[in-house]
């Protein structure tokens, strides 16, 4: 009998190494692997207007959260226990509330991050095309950052399909828009699951014959030690160097996923203690003339290990903007949304290029 229970037992065992082991190979095939720079298409780009030297245009960065990280919802990466939205319903009700706002502000330009396309954690949603849809009068430009048949983490509610990106939404006439594939990655098998960073670079023509580089990026959080986001740093420096020699006008902004210049997060009031994975900006980042455009009076993200809670959750400033000096700073206004429908607040710049 014994010997009889022992033989199932080392068939189960067979057959679930046997089951990861097809499931391993199967991700490593479809694993997203994209090239250094890949063109993209932009759709409605017909009829934008051209920007202008001397004029105010705003634009305004923000983290969606794939509609899934309202105020109700924690996350397991952070040290919570969920990674999907609640509900297809409270999907819907966190995207209809952003696209709302972003029909409210009516900025000159959208970078936004983590839109899913067609994803588990956002109950299959293409909220691309929703945001697209509802924002009628703006091209938009849509990059994968993160493609994965299969996320099994966590274990008992595991995230799932996931197709996800960055997409930039203008009301300009835009000349190209690349994807930039960022350096810095984790360690077979990790990586079959793990983001592939990348930013779009938009190239917008301006009356004067320059060109306005327009930056939209999510860098890495969760990387020990922040090696992975040096990396990210030092490619993006050099980036910035070889635009800085061509003259033209660049913002970068984003989730930078990092304590921003002139940001202070001991500021707001909270009962958890300073996180690990948040890391300040190093000092050395681009050259010292580009300046930092950030609200330092409204935090843009929350700790997600709990469920928002005002005055409990660590707050941090992490989305903003950096730009050459040849762009006028005019105003930086954070949206306090009070993380109702994300876990990030967004920031509206207004600038002039000079």
């Known amino acids: 009998m014994i010997k009889f229970a022992l033989k199932w037992l080392a068939w189960i065992v067979l057959a679930l190494i046997a089951v990861l082991a097809i ?7 479809k694993d997203y692997k994209p090239p250094a720079q890949s063109k993209l298409h932009a759709n409605n780009n017909d009829g934008r207007s051209t920007l202008k030297q001397g004029e105010p245009f705003t634009v305004t960065t923000f983290n969606i959260g794939y509609a899934g990280l309202d105020k109700g919802q924690d996350f397991f990466m952070d040290g919570g226990k969920m990674s999907r939205s609640r509900s297809k319903e409270q999907t819907e009700t966190n995207l209809s509330a952003i696209t709302s706002f972003l029909e409210d502000t009516s900025s000159d330009l959208y970078i936004l991050q983590e839109v899913d396309v067609n994803s588990s954690r956002s109950n299959h949603i293409n909220e691309v095309k929703e945001i697209s849809d509802s924002l009628p009068e703006y091209s938009n430009v849509f990059a994968f950052n993160y493609k994965v048949p299969w996320v099994p983490v966590p274990i008992t509610h595991p995230m799932g399909s996931v197709q996800s990106g960055l997409l930039t939404l203008s009301t300009f006439k835009g000349t190209s828009h690349t994807r930039f594939d960022l350096p ?7 990586q079959l699951f793990e983001l592939d960073r990348g930013f779009i670079e938009s190239r917008f023509p301006v009356d004067n014959g320059k060109e306005l580089v327009m930056i939209n990026l999510h ?5 020990k030690g922040g090696f992975i986001r040096k990396q990210q740093l030092d490619f993006l420096g050099d980036y910035i160097e070889q635009e800085v ?25 909270t009962k958890q203690q300073y996180p690990e994975w948040l890391q300040p900006f190093p000092e050395s980042f681009g050259p010292s003339d580009f300046q930092w455009a950030v609200d330092p009076n409204i ?3 929350r700790a997600l290990d709990i469920a928002y809670e005002k005055g409990v959750n660590f707050l941090a400033i992490i989305d903003g903007f950096v730009v050459s000096p040849n762009v006028e700073i005019v105003d930086v206004t ?5 993380f109702e429908n994300s876990d990030h607040n967004p920031v509206t710049g207004t600038f002039i290029l000079k």
Not at 184 to 190: A, D, I, L, T
Not at 219 to 223: E, T
């Open 184 to 190: 810095g990655k984790e360690n077979w098998p990790v």
């Open 219 to 223: 860098l890495s959080a969760y990387d």
């Open 245 to 269: 020699e061509k003259n033209n006008y660049l913002i970068i902004g984003g989730d930078w996923n990092h304590s921003l210049p002139g940001t202070d997060a001991t500021k707001f009031p």
């Open 299 to 301: 935090p843009t993200s």
């Open 23 to 29: 499931f391993l190979i199967y991700t490593t095939v």
């Open 334 to 338: 954070g949206h306090d949304l009070s």
